[in-house]
């Protein structure tokens, strides 16, 4: 029996998120997007809230985040979450629950890579803390208001590209970033052009 995710798409790589996203009215569902200050966390936060989403967008420092939501379409609230400090990572999780009983998609987008040399947060290797630990914490506080929120989703978009969809539907999502796998449980779904698996 085919998946449905099997089914060819209409899209490559060289779509636009609005192309990908034309005709979706997101009104009424709140997205929680890190690592809004730049890249892709930026693009993706202006089209969410393009389709009119409340976007609840983190950033290291609440001047970075407000810094890129100050020309944001539609309503978008910026916060801080510094990742590798995880007392700042709970503090913005309650926040974050504060503003937002329930939380229709989360998008763990902040990362850093290749740093040049080793760098460590509290005996942990740096890149794995802000990409991996600091995200499964913060998931984790939240997941009453993703639970909520009733047909939730997660995505998880800071692992490398080594990630690939399987041959076989799992049933929750599993993300294998080299020396560890990120799990996050029966909220999460697939993310293109990332490496999250999807649910059945």
């Known amino acids: 029996m085919a998946s449905k995710f099997n089914k060819p798409s209409k899209f490559n790589k060289r779509s636009t998120a609005e192309q990908v996203t034309e005709g979706i009215d997101l009104t009424g569902k709140t997205v929680l997007i890190t690592g809004v200050n ?3 966390g930026t ?3 202006r089209v969410m809230a393009l389709r009119g989403a409340h976007v609840i967008g983190t950033a290291r420092s609440l001047e970075k985040a407000s810094d890129a939501a100050a020309d944001m379409p539609g ?3 910026p916060m801080a ?3 590798t400090d995880l007392e700042d990572v709970r503090r913005c999780a309650a926040a974050v629950a504060a503003a937002a009983p329930e939380i229709d ?3 763990a987008n902040a990362g850093i890579m290749a740093l040049p040399k080793l760098e460590q947060v ?3 290797e740096k890149q794995f803390a802000t990409n991996h630990l600091g995200h499964f914490l913060l998931v984790n506080l939240l997941r009453e208001q993703i639970k909520a929120a009733g047909n939730a989703r997660s995505w998880w978009s800071a692992a490398p590209p080594t990630c690939r969809r399987p041959r076989k539907a799992f049933s929750s999502t599993t993300c294998r970033a080299s020396t560890a796998t990120a799990r996050f449980g029966p909220t999460a779904s697939r993310s293109s052009p990332t490496c999250c698996l999807p649910t059945v």
């Open 105 to 107: 998609i989360l998008i």
């Open 122 to 124: 509290n005996g942990i």
């Open 38 to 40: 730049s890249g892709i």
């Open 75 to 77: 309503a978008v609230t």
């Open 81 to 83: 979450c510094e990742l």
């Open 43 to 45: 693009e993706t936060m």
